[in-house]
Structures are given as structure tokens and as C-alpha cells.
């Protein structure tokens, strides 16, 4: 099945800093999405991003699908981005066709 | 988008019994998935869960284990039976809101002692 990596696994910021997460996929993909888990452990939708960037606020990605990545950038960052920052794609699972398959996440600690 | 709430929100359970997690959608759709997320890990899909049919489980996950339940398009159940400490994890139901854009509910956060 596809192969997801996140890196880099673990990033201490101070508040204000900038930073990139970056996402690589080790095949062709219809679909990647990059999500916010919250201190709690809900899922939020963050951005849909099969192709080219968008931009929401503080937040923008980038995913270039010819090269097999997603970039996902957050500038000024805030404590309330705090969190485990994944990237999924559309994968072949063995059993029951394409579905969604995870990265091992971003433990992101934004320090006041 | 879709709107999903799950209950119970966390629980502790007795090693031995079982728990029935339910998921709520705000709108008809034909699949649900039901993940898993042991501490410190990511998101494994357990399984799919097609209204009318019965659910199918990826490797490594049994309906003994994990009985589904789908009885219409806006609800499903996830059952984890016999429960022990390395059950201990968050369950998740998640739904397709477009073509390939899923959405994930709240989780229930199950603590087994």
C-alpha cells in the first residue's frame, strides 16, 4: 500500500515563529488532506489539497503531486496551534480498496 | 461538509467487558469508517461499514473483536468486546463529505483498567 512520512516528527517553537511541515507519499494520489488534532484528540479539517495551494488564514499548503509531496506552512504561530498535525492520503488498502491512509504526525508545541 | 457526534465522549471500562460506541451523521451518506488511534500513534482504519452489508475489516481487525453495526445511512455502532488495557485508545468514525474529502467525529476516548 502507499507509504506516508511526516517530518519532522517532533517541533518546539516560540510564539510568532514560522514554520513548515512537510508530507511525502510514495505513489500517485486523488486526494491529501492535512489535519489538526487538538489537545482533546478531535480531527479538524485543516485543508483539501490533492493539487497546487490554498491558503486559510495563518495556514497554507502546498502540494506538488508530480513530486510526491505537501508542504503546510503556519506563520505567527499561536499556543492554540498546538497539537498533532497529520497528513493523509487516498491509499490502496489490501482488503477494501482506496482509503484514507495516515502519517505518523507532527507533534507541534508552540511555548508562549 | 458533514456534522458526526459520537457518544459516549470517553469512558473507563473493566477489563473482561465490552463497549458499544455510536456514531450520528447529519446526513445520509453510504459509507462510514471506523479508526483507531492507540496513545502516541496515528490513525489505523479498523473498518468500512456499508449500509445493508456487512462491514469489512483490514488486516489485523476481526468482527469478533469489533462487531459493526450499520441499521441505516446516518448511523453505525462499533462494539469493542472483551475488552483489555491495550484497548485503550481513541475510536474514531469518520465519513466521506465529497468524492474523497472525509470528515472525522469527536472520538471516544476509552481507558480500560
Known amino acids: 500500500g502507499i507509504q506516508v512520512e511526516q517530518s519532522p516528527p517532533d517541533l518546539i517553537l516560540q510564539e510568532g515563529a514560522n514554520s513548515t511541515l512537510r508530507c511525502n507519499f510514495s505513489?500517485?494520489?486523488?486526494?491529501l488532506q492535512w489535519f489538526h488534532q487538538n489537545p482533546w484528540g478531535q480531527l479538524i479539517n485543516l485543508f483539501y489539497?490533492?493539487?497546487g495551494t490554498k491558503q486559510n488564514g495563518r495556514l497554507s499548503a502546498t502540494t506538488v503531486a508530480t513530486e510526491r509531496y505537501s508542504l503546510l506552512y503556519i506563520s505567527s504561530s499561536q499556543t492554540t496551534d498546538s497539537g498533532v498535525y497529520f497528513c493523509?492520503?487516498?491509499?490502496?488498502?489490501?482488503?477494501?480498496?482506496?482509503?484514507?491512509?495516515f502519517g505518523e504526525g507532527t507533534q507541534l508545541t508552540v511555548n508562549p | 461538509s458533514a456534522v458526526i457526534s459520537q457518544k459516549p465522549s470517553r469512558d473507563i471500562c473493566q477489563r473482561g467487558t465490552s463497549l458499544t460506541i455510536q456514531c450520528q451523521v447529519d446526513?445520509?451518506?453510504?459509507?462510514m469508517f471506523w479508526y483507531r488511534q492507540q496513545p502516541g500513534q496515528s490513525l489505523t482504519l479498523i473498518a468500512t461499514?456499508?449500509?445493508?452489508?456487512?462491514?469489512?475489516?483490514e488486516s489485523g481487525f476481526v468482527i469478533d473483536k469489533f462487531p459493526i453495526s450499520r441499521p441505516n445511512l446516518t448511523f453505525s455502532t462499533l462494539t469493542v468486546s472483551n475488552m483489555s488495557p491495550e484497548d485503550s485508545s481513541i475510536y474514531l468514525c469518520?465519513?466521506?463529505?465529497?468524492?474523497?474529502?472525509?470528515?472525522f467525529g469527536p472520538g471516544t476516548r476509552l481507558t480500560v483498567t
Open positions: 446526513s445520509q451518506v453510504t459509507m
Open positions: 505513489d500517485s494520489v486523488n486526494n
Open positions: 469518520s465519513v466521506k463529505g465529497g468524492v474523497y474529502e472525509q470528515y
Open positions: 489539497i490533492p493539487s
Open positions: 493523509a492520503v487516498h491509499g490502496w488498502m489490501e482488503t477494501s480498496g482506496s482509503r484514507l491512509t
Open positions: 461499514a456499508n449500509q445493508g452489508s456487512e462491514a469489512t475489516y
